[in-house]
């Protein structure tokens, strides 16, 4: 599987529409806000600081997604990236999603994601398990 | 009043229960006013008073209040019921005395806070649905901070009753029937002590601040308070500053595991309120 580094912007609702984004063929209308600039390089090299790597698995019955690997702003929320797998899985908004940190716990939605890296990101990426019922707990 | 002596040699280890008993038993007491705009009745309603423990949640204690003030509330427009301090939102899911330390400590008391069943602020608050949500939020913190201590062991060997043991304690103020089982997850003898942790740093207006932190350095050194708040807080001013944890202002050369093993919340982990210090204030006004 593809696992390509893609960047999703940082900027807010209000300026999704930003000129210069462009929709990840893969992600149809999954979100507006992805940018699909490969400035961010999986080696490593040159890490932006304030942004995390994030590796999005699925669990359950919840659907795979076929871009698992993401770059996002350290300071989005646990709910900014449920509400992105959402679009993504074409779940509807009112759909539960929960997202779970070593398949043990979840954070509570308004924790943002710099300090759940710090904490517990390993080999330069969070792991980060989706599933639409309790999985663990 | 809690002395703060922490050696936290074997004779020590009495007195330190009596300590963490003080904590169990902090309470704050609280003035629940309806807001103005939810009046709905010709009749103002009276406030509701309450003595509300510290180590709770709002959810856990506020069915009365509840009870009492939605009679003056018109039903049609009856929405979750939400909290207030001076324009503040306060998250229900963070230890009553966690938040009183942030925004209430330097109120007069009771702690007046008011009650909404109208406009949810969506972007601050996060909905409490049921009791339930208290308690699978309340569980994962636990999940959390055990993952930091002993990379989820002692969790994970633990049966479902002893999650239920744990949540029933703090739900019902049981100090005795919560250390039952509490007391492994806060073990540390010998080899065994916490590999790192479990704290955060709640500075106002602020996300609040979690990083990894061990509680002895690379050659075997008691790690402090201090060097905890140094090692989030890039310029920390210990003079400008005020550290709060429990209501107390902890010594900052106070180990840090002996914090975590005595003024954790019941979800074991050191919620640290950060403020500018009162006598700052004044002398920068001055």
């Given amino acids: ?137 | 009043m809690i002395s703060l002596n922490n050696k936290g040699t074997v004779s020590d280890m009495a007195e330190d229960r009596e300590i963490l008993r003080e904590v169990w038993e902090g309470k704050i007491p609280v003035c629940f006013q309806l807001a103005q705009e939810d009046i709905y009745t010709v009749d103002q309603p009276d406030p509701f008073f309450l003595l509300v423990p510290r180590l709770s949640y709002f959810p856990l204690v506020t069915d009365k209040v509840v009870k009492h003030l939605s009679k003056h509330v018109d039903r049609d427009n009856q929405g979750e019921m939400w909290l207030e301090y001076e324009g503040q939102a306060l998250k229900w899911h963070y230890p009553i005395g966690l938040l009183f330390d942030m925004f209430g400590s330097r109120a007069d008391l009771p702690w007046n806070l008011t009650v909404h069943f109208q406009n949810f602020p969506e972007e601050e608050l996060l909905h409490c649905p049921s009791k339930d949500a208290v308690e699978s939020h309340f569980m994962s913190v636990i999940k959390e901070a055990d993952a930091l201590k002993h990379r989820g062991q002692a969790v994970n060997n633990m049966q479902r009753k002893d999650h239920k043991t744990l949540w029933n304690g703090v739900m019902n103020d049981k100090f005795d029937q919560f250390w039952s089982v509490n007391k492994k997850l806060m073990e540390v003898s010998g080899e065994d002590t916490f590999k790192f942790i479990p704290f955060r740093v709640y500075q106002m207006d602020q996300v609040p601040l979690q990083r990894l932190f061990k509680p002895t350095d690379d050659n075997g050194d008691v790690l402090t308070l201090r060097h905890m708040l140094e090692s989030v807080i890039t310029d920390f001013q210990e003079k400008k500053s005020r550290v709060l944890i429990q209501g107390v202002e902890p010594d900052l050369d106070t180990p840090v595991l002996w914090l975590s093993e005595h003024l954790s919340y019941p979800d074991n982990f050191l919620h640290i309120c950060l403020q500018s210090s009162p006598s700052e204030v004044l002398q920068s006004e001055s």
């Avoid at chain 1, 999954?30 to 490593?44: L, V």
């Fill in chain 1, 1 to 137: 599987m593809s696992e390509g580094v893609e960047v999703i912007n940082d900027e807010g609702p209000a300026q999704e529409q930003k000129e210069a984004s462009v929709k990840s063929p893969d992600s149809n209308d999954a979100n507006e806000k992805i940018t699909s600039k490969p400035t961010t390089s999986s080696s490593g090299k040159q890490k932006n600081p304030s942004k995390v790597d994030i590796l999005l698995k699925h669990a359950g019955d919840a659907p795979i997604m076929s871009k698992r690997k993401w770059t996002v702003d350290r300071t989005k929320k646990i709910s900014w990236v449920a509400d992105f797998i959402k679009k993504y899985i074409k779940s509807e908004s009112s759909e539960s999603l929960f997202l779970y940190v070593n398949q043990s716990f979840a954070p509570a939605p308004d924790t943002d994601l710099g300090s759940i890296f710090d904490c517990f990101g390993s080999d330069g990426k969070l792991v980060l398990h989706y599933c639409r019922t309790q999985a663990w707990g």
